[in-house]
């Protein structure tokens, strides 16, 4: 049982490209998420999927999309990479509401993207 | 009303000495407080969480304590050990399960 995994663990850019941030989980839960960690920012939300074909925007949602085509795998897209973008990137998953333990999020360890 | 106010930024505790952390929330709908403990290059993991219908929970070493009308909570680590050390944040969610994350603690315990 890996939990949740992310790939890569380091990435640069240079402005402008585009590239996709990995994420898988084996615990078959139905509610994954991103999030950016930024020093002093605490983790904010970009988008969240309650189930395959499910997704929805978080609180900073722009400049990234996201698709989820099955329960295992969420990948985040970053359409054309900004210095702003520059970030730790965290990926997480929890069982449905209601089911196990109340609420809690299991993370990866986390991608963290430069953008130059 | 959404945000959740963590303090202190960050924090030094003597080895076998008491760390507290504080948050405060606004919205009174938020019915469930986690605090979520993060070591350098890793992601956050559960620490311990409260429901509003209770004042204290402890495991181990840790304690939140939960003060309803001040819409306030808070972390004690008892004998705080070097092995403490991490960034510490709160949080707070309601019915629609959304976490509204606190900016995070950085603790560091001086042996």
């Known amino acids: 049982n890996a939990g949740v995994t992310q790939t890569p663990k380091f990435q640069v850019l240079k402005t402008g490209q585009s590239m996709t941030l990995q994420c898988a989980q084996d615990m078959n839960h139905e509610y994954m998420s991103w999030y950016r960690q930024d020093p002093g920012m605490g983790l904010r939300l970009i988008h969240y999927s309650v189930g395959a ?3 929805d925007q978080g609180e900073v949602p722009n400049g990234y999309n996201v698709s989820r085509s099955t329960t295992e795998d969420f990948p985040l897209r970053l359409l054309s ?3 702003s ?4 990137y965290f990926c997480a998953s929890r069982t449905h509401p209601g089911q196990g333990s109340y609420n809690e999020q299991f993370f990866g360890p986390g991608t963290r993207l430069t953008v130059l | 009303q959404q945000q959740v106010k963590q303090s202190p930024q960050s924090l030094i505790v003597q080895k076998g000495g008491i760390s507290i952390i504080n948050c405060a929330y606004e919205n009174t ?3 469930y407080f986690p605090w979520y403990q993060q070591f350098p290059g890793k992601g956050p993991a559960l620490l311990i969480a409260i429901r509003p219908d209770v004042s204290e929970k402890k495991e181990g070493r840790f304690t939140i304590s939960f003060n309803k009308s001040a819409k306030q909570f808070s972390l004690h680590i008892m004998d705080s050990q070097p092995g403490d050390s991490a960034t510490y944040f709160c949080a707070a969610s309601f019915s629609n399960y959304q976490l509204i994350w606190g900016a995070g603690t950085k603790l560091i315990i001086k042996p």
């Not at chain 1, 973008?85 to 730790?88: F, G, H, I, K, L």
């Open chain 1, 53 to 55: 074909g499910i997704t």
């Open chain 1, 85 to 88: 973008q520059t970030s730790v």
């Open chain 1, 81 to 83: 990479a900004a210095p």
């Open chain 2, 29 to 31: 709908a938020f019915d």
